[in-house]
């Protein structure tokens, strides 16, 4: 007889064998033995989390029981089993797991092959997946250099920003002769609209797991930490849970595989400092200082956390490891292009259609993400730019619509990869004005150690409001020009060294939007407040005083059936007054 | 902190590690809206470090206030992302409803606004924490209504 | 973790979990089992549809029962959904009627019109 039905039950539990006799009696009353399995399983996994008491799961449906008395046995056969009605008061409810939507035909996942897929509380989801078998292998039957060469032949680039190729960065710590060292993992995701690594370790925290294990026993590690930022405290806490699972089935810990090699994790939060997503910042961080960044050399491989060994990598690069381990360097390699190769996640934000995280192979261009991928732009406008690589990046214009997203390829525009951002503009965009805004807040988030990037981000973020107030000089292009120059040359970090970019990128592709606002004192993109008037059509208005009605500051002049007239010296540039009319007969100038 | 025994169990919790410095502050700022001149000269205390080191760190991290909270805190995402997506509007209208500047607490003490960076809800922009909770697509009605409803249910 | 066959082990019950969830089946069988489709006799179409699958050794299409359908004229009630393909509805499914569904339904991908209730 097929059985519909299955229901196992976890026999570590104290009590599991009399709730286990129960299902077989009551089973057997309402005439179903023949037609539902009641098993006996140690370790149940399966959806869900694990409680102290009797759980058991009833499959397919799975649902998952919870501290079940032999008293609550006859209610769930005769409603559940028989009937098919789960009691949903006795059950558990499974943490949500959001899929990604069905990847766009020109997406590779290998980052985010897991997310939505998997349980990321169930670490036996997570070994269904070949999980933890990289590990494995690396343990059991590799030595340090071939994983590096494995990784050598991959091409894997540091995921965070830099790019920096990835076996390099291991060889130096592993070639460094001081102990203890330490691994680290930038989980510092401070990148306005950068949501990747939120995602993998939300969604499959063991896979970035598994790869700094493997880093770990390459360069000769026994500790790591994983440094999440606060902002994230989903995140932080299924890394909890998948760090205490990792322990418990001994994939991290001592003796693992019994190898002899022994390598724990611990996570450290941030405190809401973008900078410390830079990596000496970051250990700045972890020893309990000012996130301020030092110099290097010493590189962190040298002298990093405490003065030790100490290896960085993003969430990303590590989360590609075990699969670049178990599918071949090879495989990796035969993605992306000649320098850049394998895939890197993107999070698509901005004026098109579809929003969110992909994942593509490197050399996809900025046509295929914006328009096969993303759908276009919203409401069909015109595109004008995509700033990539978050606040430290450029502005790319539509004339490198077809520019392969590589490494290079971004570099030679004046943007960088980063961490994968992707924010697209449209037609509706004043260049300016973003520019200004990013100014912002890299002004905001500057450490302050470097006068350059001190003072200077706010010498430039004070011409570029003026800019957009209307009080742009002659000469102020230029002095821009210099300014962001000299705070590139003169700052020890990436976040000054990359501070102006968007300000010199959008003055290289966009000087006529900046020129308009200094000498016409005209915002092309109609979005600079006071740069723009709201004025009423005096062909098309029909004088029913919505407007007026509507104003929030009463500047709407007209009698009924007589022409409206807007002052613009009391008009705030709300936008009702266009919203409402009927014969849309106000327009932005 | 209003309870000198708390402040104790964080800094137990810790064992007084002055690496930990930056997490103790971080706990205490939660913990109690804000870091007292007071709190910070025993934290200095404790772990064995100059009172200005203790005040240099806990004035660098955003997340670690220095000042009294509302009882309610609004972080508004002033990131790009948001920003693209109508946030500008959004911003006018919660200092419009509040009444008070970002960064300002409200003379209630009902509400503080402040900006927050991006939390990583980028596709529902523009985006705001209150208190624990995040809200995504808003427009300026729904900051009305979340205000008045969060603010009347106190 | 001691060794790669533990491992082994742990991702075949992993797997196995899976089969039991009914991921990767080729189709599903819905037996509406509130108190009228019981009356009507659904226990008895659910035997032979167990039955009539264990004699065609089919392992890969997963049998579930519900509650009450809510159309007491056309129990029992029987859903049938082929892969990603329509949930179709069929009324008054007895013993006979369900051979038949399973033959020309779930194996032959032909929807039988004449039964389904919309």
Same mark, same amino acid.
């Given at each position: 007889?097929?059985?519909?039905?299955?229901?196992?039950?976890?026999?570590?539990?104290?009590?599991?064998?009399?709730?286990?006799?129960?299902?077989?009696?009551?089973?057997?009353?309402?005439?179903?033995?023949?037609?539902?399995?009641?098993?006996?399983?140690?370790?149940?996994?399966?959806?869900?989390?694990?409680?102290?008491?009797?759980?058991?799961?009833?499959?397919?449906?799975?649902?998952?029981?919870?501290?079940?008395?032999?008293?609550?046995?006859?209610?769930?056969? %005769?409603?559940?089993?028989?009937?098919?009605?789960?009691?949903?008061?006795?059950?558990?409810?499974?943490?949500?797991?959001?899929?990604?939507?069905?990847?766009?035909?020109?997406?590779?996942?290998?980052?985010?092959?897991?997310?939505?897929?998997?349980?990321?509380?169930?670490?036996?989801?997570?070994?269904?997946?070949?999980?933890?078998?990289?590990?494995?292998?690396?343990? !059991?039957?590799?030595?340090?250099?071939?994983?590096?060469?494995?990784?050598?032949?991959?091409?894997?680039?540091?995921?965070?920003?830099?790019?920096?190729? !990835?076996?390099?960065?291991?060889?130096?710590?592993?070639?460094?002769?001081? $102990?203890?060292?330490?691994?680290?993992?930038?989980?510092?995701?401070?990148?306005?609209?950068?949501?990747?690594?939120?995602?993998?370790? %939300?969604?499959?925290?063991?896979?970035?797991? %598994?790869?700094?294990?493997?880093?770990?026993?390459? #360069?000769?590690?026994?500790?790591?930490?994983?440094?999440?930022?606060?902002?994230?405290?989903?995140?932080?806490?299924?890394?909890?849970?998948?760090?205490?699972?990792?322990? %418990?089935?001994?994939?991290?810990?001592?003796?693992?595989?019994?190898?002899?090699?022994?390598?724990?994790?611990?996570?450290?939060?941030?405190?809401?400092?973008?900078?410390?997503?830079?990596?000496?910042?970051?250990?700045?961080?972890?020893?309990?200082?000012?996130?301020?960044?030092?110099?290097?050399?010493?590189?962190?491989?040298?002298?990093?956390?405490?003065?030790?060994?100490?290896?960085?990598?993003?969430?990303?690069?590590?989360?590609?490891?075990?699969?670049?381990?178990?599918?071949?360097?090879?495989?990796?390699?035969?993605?992306?292009?000649?320098?850049?190769?394998?895939?890197? !996640?993107?999070?698509?934000?901005? $004026?098109?259609?579809?929003?969110?995280?992909?994942?593509?192979?490197?050399?996809? !261009? #900025?046509?295929?993400?914006?328009?096969?991928?993303?759908?276009?732009?919203?409401?069909?406008?015109?595109?004008?730019?995509?700033?990539?690589?978050?606040?430290?990046?450029?502005?790319?214009?539509?004339?490198?619509?077809?520019?392969?997203?590589?490494?290079?390829?971004?570099?030679?525009?004046?943007?960088?990869?980063?961490?994968?951002?992707?924010?697209?503009?449209?037609?509706?965009?004043?260049?300016?004005?973003?520019?200004?805004?990013?100014?912002?807040?890299?002004?905001?988030?500057?450490?302050?150690?470097?006068?350059?990037?001190?003072?200077?981000?706010?010498?430039?973020?004070?011409?570029?409001?003026?800019?957009?107030?209307?009080?742009?000089?002659?000469?102020?292009?230029?002095?821009?020009?210099?300014?962001?120059?000299?705070?590139?040359?003169?700052?020890?970090?990436?976040?000054?060294?990359?501070?102006?970019?968007?300000?010199?990128?959008?003055?290289?592709?966009?000087?006529?939007?900046?020129?308009?606002?200094?000498?016409?004192?005209?915002?092309?993109?109609?979005?600079?407040?006071?740069?723009?008037?709201?004025?009423?059509?005096?062909?098309?208005?029909?004088?029913?005083?919505?407007?007026?009605?509507?104003?929030?500051?009463?500047?709407?002049?007209?009698?009924?059936?007589?022409?409206?007239?807007?002052?613009?010296?009391?008009?705030?540039?709300?936008?009702?007054?266009?919203?409402?009319?009927?014969?849309?007969? #106000?327009?932005?100038? | 902190?209003?309870?000198?025994?708390?402040?104790?169990?964080?800094?137990?919790?810790?064992?007084?590690? =002055?690496?930990?410095?930056?997490?103790?502050? =971080?706990?205490?700022?939660?913990?109690?809206?804000?870091?007292?001149?007071?709190?910070?000269?025993?934290?200095?205390?404790?772990?064995?470090?100059?009172?200005?080191?203790?005040?240099?760190?806990?004035?660098?991290?955003?997340?670690?206030?220095?000042?009294?909270? &509302?009882?309610?805190?609004? =972080?508004?995402?002033?990131?790009?992302?948001?920003?693209?997506?109508?946030?500008?509007?959004?911003?006018?209208?919660?200092?419009?409803?509040? &009444?008070?500047?970002?960064?300002?607490?409200?003379?209630? &003490?009902?509400?503080?606004?402040?900006?927050?960076?991006?939390?990583?809800?980028?596709?529902?922009?523009?985006?705001?924490?209150?208190?624990?909770?995040?809200?995504?697509?808003?427009?300026?009605? =729904?900051?009305?209504?979340?205000?008045?409803?969060?603010?009347?249910?106190? | 973790?001691?060794?790669?066959?533990?491992?082994?082990?742990?991702?075949?019950?992993?797997?196995?979990?899976?089969?039991?969830?009914?991921?990767?089946?080729?189709?599903?069988?819905?037996?509406?089992?509130?108190?009228?489709?019981?009356?009507? *006799?659904?226990?008895? @179409?659910?035997?032979?549809?167990?039955?009539?699958?264990?004699?065609?050794?089919?392992?890969?299409?997963?049998? @579930?029962?519900?509650?009450?359908?809510?159309?007491? @004229?056309?129990?029992?009630?029987?859903?049938?959904?082929?892969?990603?393909?329509?949930?179709?509805?069929?009324?008054?499914?007895?013993?006979?009627?369900?051979? @038949?569904?399973?033959?020309?339904?779930?194996?032959? *991908?032909?929807?039988?019109?004449?039964?389904?209730?919309?």
């Amino acid at each position: 007889m097929a059985y519909r039905a299955n229901i196992l039950i976890n026999s570590d539990a104290p009590g599991a064998e009399a709730v286990y006799g129960a299902f077989l009696d009551e089973l057997q009353e309402l005439a179903l033995r023949d037609e539902v399995q009641v098993l006996m399983t140690s370790g149940l996994g399966g959806q869900g989390v694990a409680t102290q008491g009797v759980d058991a799961i009833v499959y397919p449906d799975s649902v998952r029981y919870v501290n079940l008395t032999p008293d609550d046995v006859a209610r769930i056969t %005769e409603e559940h089993l028989l009937k098919g009605r789960p009691i949903l008061a006795l059950t558990q409810a499974a943490p949500e797991v959001a899929p990604l939507p069905p990847p766009a035909p020109k997406e590779v996942r290998v980052v985010l092959r897991n997310i939505g897929k998997i349980n990321p509380f169930d670490i036996e989801d997570y070994i269904a997946e070949d999980g933890y078998a990289a590990l494995a292998k690396v343990l !059991t039957t590799m030595t340090p250099e071939q994983v590096l060469d494995v990784l050598k032949q991959s091409g894997l680039r540091g995921r965070g920003g830099a790019g920096f190729p !990835t076996h390099l960065k291991w060889t130096f710590a592993r070639n460094s002769p001081n $102990k203890p060292k330490y691994l680290i993992c930038n989980g510092d995701e401070g990148d306005p609209g950068a949501f990747m690594n939120r995602s993998v370790l %939300e969604g499959d925290p063991h896979a970035v797991i %598994e790869g700094m294990a493997i880093a770990a026993y390459v #360069i000769g590690a026994e500790q790591g930490y994983f440094y999440v930022r606060a902002e994230y405290p989903i995140a932080i806490r299924t890394l909890r849970a998948a760090l205490e699972q990792a322990r %418990e089935y001994g994939f991290i810990g001592k003796d693992i595989f019994g190898t002899g090699f022994d390598f724990d994790l611990e996570i450290r939060m941030g405190a809401g400092a973008f900078v410390c997503g830079e990596e000496t910042a970051l250990m700045r961080s972890i020893e309990g200082q000012r996130g301020m960044p030092t110099t290097r050399p010493p590189f962190p491989a040298a002298s990093g956390l405490w003065g030790q060994p100490t290896n960085i990598n993003n969430v990303e690069t590590y989360a590609n490891v075990p699969q670049i381990l178990l599918k071949g360097g090879e495989w990796f390699a035969s993605m992306g292009t000649e320098k850049s190769k394998g895939t890197k !996640t993107f999070a698509i934000a901005g $004026k098109v259609k579809h929003t969110g995280l992909i994942e593509v192979p490197l050399g996809v !261009t #900025i046509r295929e993400i914006v328009y096969d991928i993303g759908g276009g732009i919203l409401n069909d406008k015109k595109f004008k730019a995509v700033q990539t690589g978050g606040p430290m990046g450029g502005c790319i214009p539509e004339q490198y619509l077809d520019l392969p997203v590589d490494y290079q390829s971004l570099a030679s525009v004046g943007s960088i990869m980063g961490s994968g951002g992707f924010v697209i503009m449209d037609e509706d965009t004043c260049m300016v004005d973003i520019a200004r805004f990013f100014m912002d807040f890299v002004q905001d988030e500057s450490c302050g150690k470097c006068t350059p990037c001190r003072v200077g981000t706010r010498r430039m973020l004070e011409i570029l409001n003026d800019i957009c107030a209307g009080r742009g000089q002659p000469g102020d292009i230029e002095l821009l020009e210099e300014m962001g120059k000299s705070i590139m040359h003169g700052s020890l970090c990436g976040l000054g060294a990359g501070a102006p970019n968007p300000v010199l990128s959008t003055i290289k592709y966009f000087r006529h939007e900046y020129e308009a606002h200094i000498y016409e004192k005209k915002c092309p993109a109609k979005v600079c407040r006071a740069l723009i008037e709201y004025k009423v059509d005096p062909e098309l208005c029909i004088g029913c005083t919505r407007c007026a009605r509507n104003c929030p500051v009463d500047a709407i002049a007209g009698a009924p059936k007589e022409k409206h007239v807007i002052d613009p010296t009391i008009c705030i540039r709300c936008g009702i007054c266009k919203q409402v009319c009927p014969v849309a007969a #106000i327009d932005v100038y | 902190m209003p309870e000198g025994s708390a402040l104790n169990e964080i800094i137990q919790k810790y064992e007084g590690d =002055r690496e930990a410095l930056v997490e103790i502050l =971080r706990d205490v700022s939660q913990a109690a809206g804000y870091v007292t001149p007071e709190d910070m000269a025993t934290i200095a205390q404790r772990l064995g470090l100059p009172q200005s080191q203790v005040h240099s760190v806990a004035s660098f991290y955003s997340l670690i206030s220095l000042k009294p909270m &509302g009882k309610h805190v609004i =972080r508004f995402c002033q990131d790009a992302p948001c920003h693209v997506a109508g946030g500008r509007e959004i911003w006018e209208t919660l200092e419009q409803t509040l &009444g008070i500047p970002f960064g300002a607490t409200t003379d209630d &003490g009902q509400w503080t606004l402040l900006t927050t960076s991006c939390i990583g809800a980028c596709s529902v922009g523009p985006v705001m924490m209150v208190d624990d909770e995040v809200y995504g697509n808003l427009t300026p009605d =729904r900051v009305r209504e979340i205000v008045a409803q969060v603010g009347g249910g106190a | 973790m001691k060794s790669l066959e533990e491992l082994q082990k742990i991702k075949e019950r992993a797997l196995q979990r899976r089969k039991l969830a009914g991921e990767g089946a080729r189709a599903r069988i819905v037996v509406a089992m509130g108190t009228t489709g019981i009356a009507a *006799g659904a226990r008895d @179409t659910m035997a032979v549809i167990l039955k009539e699958l264990e004699k065609r050794g089919i392992s890969d299409v997963v049998v @579930t029962q519900t509650g009450s359908a809510g159309m007491s @004229t056309y129990e029992p009630v029987v859903q049938v959904q082929v892969g990603n393909s329509e949930l179709i509805t069929y009324g008054n499914v007895d013993a006979n009627r369900a051979v @038949t569904l399973i033959e020309k339904h779930v194996l032959g *991908g032909e929807v039988v019109a004449e039964w389904q209730v919309k």
